[in-house]
């Protein structure tokens, strides 16, 4: 039949016919690597479809194999809230890591025998999530911070392997759909090939390349570009079902036309997944696309729910990584840097060098012992390691490259910020800088822990505000905290007449505390709230702390030489002790702890309890000042030593530990019935 004799309803037919044709042989191309028709044959009926969409416009639908080709420019990308966030994975660096977290999947499900994993390659690409309603895909967007993502739905749409219509039947009515967007190799060196060609920038890995081509605000510019997906999970489901395990629904994925990676392999226990990854490592350099490690996931769904997340990370699945690149460069100089807590740390400035796809001029040294190790000298030649988004760190000297003129490393004698004296425990690698209230260094961090909930507790002063009020000089000690003004703090951003008021009361209400708060508050080494509070039962008063030896100290009740070490040497330093009188001169004060009464009852008197879970009848703050009441000791972990546990709702591996040791484990309601005996 020609097409001048054709009727509409013929040319709806033929059209309909060619877009079912089409899907077809790219569901084969794509998803089933089982190509049925040349390339130039493919192009036949695409050239036929066009033809006939042009000569009826009215036919063409949105998901039309023909509609890839982009749209206008956008002017910025929308923002998309993810329904389910989409959560980043903990990494493996080597088997012994990858058995880690076998044994603790096992554990948490209370099962001795293997559990059944789904291995498959982790892409070196952008993870994004799409989403079909009655089979059409409607929405792309970007992991983004894992809440919130980028609207590229345009974008995704250009891309050959993505189904603008799944195939096949049974799908939920809404589905969403999890993958990895990526460059093939192949496709890469031909677009920098292009580029070259074009005295144009050239990407520098495939990674970038796909990230780039994914952020074009011009979509025609996207469809250009050699874009492919393999999907690696679900997310949203509903007006429908997926199978109970995480191949199967791959499986079920590829049924409706998704592209799912072809090295998924389903294997049981731990040593199965490291043999997975040791292929996979002998693979690697021969795969089209490439890969930066294995990701292992518990395979049964069931499972998956009873081992949850923890913060932005899921319990039951882990991203196994491949050793890095290296490079050889000159180690041109080392700089001690302080961190927010003091630790001093060699930094190595570096001949630049590009591995691991960046451009590297500056990597750690962690510490002197590695220095050591390393045998390093400024001047040497030097092998870097880089792997994937983890800080570069020189892994060795090439001796045999060494300069005459190379010099050895020394490490200050003082705090390189502040000049304040640097300790370093015996068998600790990193040396500290002791002005921990002065250093300007950990000031922002000096000033959070000293204003936190278990120190003053000052109420709205949060971790923003502190940065700014650092920032822009308004607070260089912890003192400096209650010279603020309200104008002053009505200067920062979002904070209005009335929340400056407000931290300003707030200020003026944390002023009253207690020594043992002030104590934890200052921020020495290891002096937590029960150590604080044991030096306050101990001394009674500021000014005896303060003058104790480090062989006085340790008569105090879980004072050892480390800890009595770090106290007497924070309070040796002038700039540390500055900042105290000041903080008593701008209003800091306590009342004396009472003595317990004579004859008092004390039931606990001698016993270690520590507390856990969430309690109902009373705060954390308050049973632990209650069983200080009764004479207990009150610390934050479990250990041998440990006499009871009171466990609150949803209590975590405290109480797994406390029942692994043999602990008396206490309820709430247990509590509150001793304490009914004893009148508390």
Not at 344 to 363: D, E, H, W, Y
Not at 407 to 433: K, L, M, N
Request: charged share 30%; with cysteine; glycine share 8%.
């Amino acid at each position: 039949m020609t097409q001048t004799s054709m009727f509409p309803q013929d040319a709806e037919q033929e059209i309909q016919s060619l877009r079912d044709q089409i899907n077809d042989h790219n569901h084969r191309y794509y998803v089933q690597d089982d190509p049925e028709i040349t390339d130039s044959a493919y192009d036949r009926l695409m050239n036929r479809l066009k033809e006939l969409e042009t000569e009826h416009p009215d036919q063409i639908t949105a998901e039309s194999p023909t509609q890839r080709v982009g749209a206008a420019p956008l002017s910025a990308f929308g923002q998309i809230r993810h329904e389910l966030p989409m959560l980043s994975l903990d990494n493996a660096f080597n088997e012994d890591d990858l058995n880690d977290f076998d044994r603790r999947v096992r554990d948490r499900l209370g099962n001795a025998e293997s559990v059944e994993y789904a291995c498959e390659p982790k892409l070196d690409g952008i993870a994004v999530s799409l989403l079909y309603e009655n089979g059409r895909l409607v929405r792309g967007a970007t992991r983004g911070d894992g809440s919130t993502g980028e609207d590229i739905t345009m974008n995704v749409r250009t891309i050959p392997s993505i189904p603008l219509q799944l195939v096949g039947s049974d799908w939920p009515e809404r589905l969403e759909v999890r993958g990895e967007i990526f460059m093939p190799r192949a496709g890469f060196e031909k677009l920098n090939q292009r580029a070259k060609a074009r005295d144009e920038k050239v990407f520098v890995n495939p990674r970038n390349a796909a990230a780039g081509s994914l952020r074009q605000l011009d979509s025609r510019v996207t469809a250009k570009r050699p874009l492919d997906m393999y999907c690696y999970s679900g997310g949203i489901v509903e007006g429908g079902s997926l199978p109970t395990k995480h191949a199967d629904i791959l499986e079920r994925f590829k049924d409706w036309g998704l592209r799912v990676n072809p090295e998924l392999r389903v294997v049981q226990g731990a040593k199965a997944c490291a043999d997975y990854f040791a292929r996979m490592s002998e693979k690697r350099d021969g795969l089209p696309y490439e890969i930066d490690g294995i990701v292992y996931k518990v395979n049964e769904l069931a499972l998956q729910e009873r081992l949850g997340f923890v913060a932005r990370a899921p319990r039951w699945a882990i991203a196994h990584k491949f050793p890095a690149q290296e490079e050889m460069t000159i180690l041109k100089d080392v700089e001690f840097q302080v961190g927010r807590t003091g630790a001093i740390t060699p930094v190595a400035r570096l001949q630049p060098v590009f591995v691991g796809g960046v451009t590297v001029s500056n990597a750690t040294l962690h510490n002197m012992d590695e220095v050591a190790r390393l045998g390093l000298k400024i001047g040497d030649t030097v092998v870097v390691h880089r792997a994937g988004d983890v800080i570069p760190k020189v892994v060795r000297a090439v001796e045999s490259k060494r300069p005459d003129d190379a010099r050895d490393i020394e490490f200050p004698d003082t705090c390189p910020v502040c000049d304040s004296e640097v300790e370093r425990d015996e068998g600790e690698a990193a040396f500290r800088c002791t002005g921990g209230l002065f250093c300007s260094a950990q000031r922002k961090e000096a000033i959070k822990h000293f204003s936190a909930r278990k120190a003053l507790d000052v109420d709205g002063l949060g971790d923003k505000l502190v940065d700014q009020f650092v920032e822009k000089g308004l607070v260089k000690t912890v003192a400096d905290l209650f010279k603020l003004t309200v104008e002053q703090i009505s200067g920062m951003e979002r904070m209005g007449k009335k929340s400056a008021t407000n931290l300003v009361n707030a200020l003026e209400v944390s002023k009253k505390t207690t020594l043992a708060r002030f104590i934890y508050g200052l921020g020495i080494r290891e002096v937590g709230e029960a150590t604080a509070q044991s030096l306050v039962s101990h001394y009674k008063e500021l000014d005896a702390i303060k003058a104790a030896t480090t062989e006085q100290l340790q008569e105090v009740d879980d004072v050892g030489p480390i800890v009595a070490s770090h106290i007497e040497k924070f309070f040796r330093q002038e700039h540390n002790l500055e900042v105290i009188d000041e903080l008593l001169t701008v209003g800091i004060h306590w009342e004396q702890e009472a003595e317990p009464e004579e004859g008092a009852e004390q039931p606990l008197e001698g016993e270690v309890w520590v507390l856990t879970g969430s309690l109902q009848s009373m705060t954390r703050d308050e049973g632990k000042a209650i069983l200080q009441q009764l004479g207990a000791k009150v610390t934050g972990s479990v250990s041998a030593k440990t006499t009871a546990l009171l466990a609150g709702e949803k209590a975590g591996s405290k109480l797994t530990k406390a029942q692994n040791l043999g602990v008396r484990v206490v309820t709430e309601d247990d509590f509150n019935e001793l304490r009914a005996e004893w009148g508390i």
